[in-house]
């Protein structure tokens, strides 16, 4: 099988996946009107007993899924406001779409959370409240608590990431640096009944991670905050209004974040309505119909990215070795949301580190391939969804005098691949459920 013909099956293979995760599709899965009763799950709602309805969100998806919205209730919808990643809006009718800067917090994203608290105000105990959240949602819910200025929250955004923190621990910290965040959006609109319809871009669908939990209780507290900036060699580094709140939080002069019991929660309901594994079950189906042995190894996969690009490379080795776990022509999927420390100056993101990581594992070998890319069409501060790479890779590298080694140890993997013609760029795709794997042997 030819590179060509690998790397199209792969693009194909995406591509699935991609639809799988479309917003519009998720909601309408999940979210069913007829005849002035409203279906969410396993539970009913009469439009008519409530005096307004309302719709508020953020994160990559929240636009679509607010256009989903739309066409399920017309009418029914009195006005909201989402908050989406700047570079992807969508135009809707009565519901008011803000762009903002992410993964970094922008000051578009503070004003825009300063409209959406302002539009809270106007909400009372018999409406109701349609809170569409999806990954991204944190940085774009700007609303620093005590003292903390957006540069300081920036700043603190910029050193966790780099750090290599999980997402799970980033909004550990976020999430008590928060005035909306961690349980806190149930309590401002409390006594409204609240619905959110998730799209999870979190290992395990963790509804307390997922943008920083802004409508369920929060397990976690102020002091496992500060345990996870000395954990990660940071606390000196943060700036003194963040370090100075989480000090005082922990010794209990600022309130802890909504726990479970809150009388906040009473009237919410919080439903996942899209995931990695949904996208990847998709992968799997249509690299069956491409005549492709497919095994759907995980979708929890994280963990810095070098160190996974091993097990890859492992991997490979053993698929062209002994037709193990599956027999050529084999496609491996996988997903979740690794990590990058960074440690160089160069341009990149998770997955097109773990792509180069994994070119240096399979130079040589014949008939690998692999992708990494990100449902959300964007990998790290670059405008690339993630990238390819073959056992061709390093030799054409070469060629061009580009020495894998140096791009991987600069972080730059960005300027390794784009000259290759090998990075996958999609743009926006209005939804985010973390990152897609696929190992491919031909």
Known sequence: MSQSGLKQMALDIFHDALLAADPIEAVHRHFRVKAGLLQIGDIDYFLNQF??????????????????????????????????KRG?????????????????????????????????????????VINLISGGGSALLVAPAGDIS?????????????AGMRIDEVNTIRKHLSRITGGRLAR????????????SDVIGDRLEVIASGPTVPDTT?????????????????????????????AAGVFEETPKPGDQAFER???????????????????AQKLGLNSLLLASTVQGEAREIAKIYGALFRELKKSNNPVPAPACVIAGGEPT???????KGGRCQELALAVAQEIDGL??????????????????????????????????????????????DSFNFFHPLGDLITTGPTGTNVMDLHLLLVG
Do not use: C
Request: proline share 3%; aromatic share 4%.
């Open 268 to 286: 919410a309901q919080n439903l996942v309505i899209g995931s990695n594994l949904i996208s990847l079950q998709a992968a799997k189906q249509r």
């Open 366 to 411: 014949e008939g690998a391939f692999f992708l990494a890319a990100g449902t959300d069409g964007s990998d790290g501060p670059t405008d690339a969804a993630g990238a390819m790479a073959d056992w061709t890779t390093i030799a054409r590298a070469k060629s061009q005098n580009l020495e894998a080694k140096n791009f991987l140890l600069r972080n």
């Open 88 to 128: 992807g809006p969508e135009k809707l009718k009565r519901v008011q779409v803000r762009e903002a800067g992410h993964p970094i917090p922008d000051s578009s994203g503070l004003a825009a959370t300063a409209e959406l608290l302002e539009l809270l105000k106007r909400i009372g105990k018999d409406d109701l």
């Open 150 to 162: 957006l540069e300081d929250s920036r700043k603190t955004t910029e050193l966790m990431l780099r």
């Open 188 to 199: 401002l609109v409390y006594p409204a009944t609240i619905i959110s319809l998730v799209l």
């Open 340 to 346: 990058v420390s960074v440690t160089g100056d160069g």
């Open 221 to 249: 507290t102020f002091g496992q905050a500060i345990e996870l900036l000395k954990r990660y060699r940071i606390p000196d580094q943060v700036p003194e209004s963040v370090r100075k709140f989480l000090e005082q939080g």
């Open 51 to 84: 005096r307004s309805i309302w719709v508020i969100g953020a994160g990559k998806a929240s636009g679509r899924m607010a256009r989903a919205i739309e066409e399920a209730l017309g009418e029914w919808v009195a006005a909201g406001l989402v908050i989406v």
